[in-house]
């Protein structure tokens, strides 16, 4: 599967903001979270174990 690159940051920002009313249970048993969250959720722990990527 390939995926068109996103055309400019504002077109991003967009994307991203369409995405604050989606919901994900990652696990099925906990509380549901947006997918904004959920990537801030998952890429805490990799900011700190790989400050530089």
């Known amino acids: ?5 996103v ?3 504002d077109a991003l ?3 991203l903001a369409d995405c604050e009313a989606v ?3 990652p696990d ?3 509380d549901p979270v947006d997918i904004p969250d959920h990537g801030l959720q998952v890429t805490a722990p990799l900011a700190v174990s790989h400050p530089r990527d």
């Open 28 to 30: 099925r048993c906990g």
């Open 7 to 9: 055309p400019s940051v």
């Open 23 to 25: 919901w994900d249970t």
């Open 1 to 5: 599967m390939t995926y068109d690159p």
């Open 13 to 15: 920002m967009a994307l």
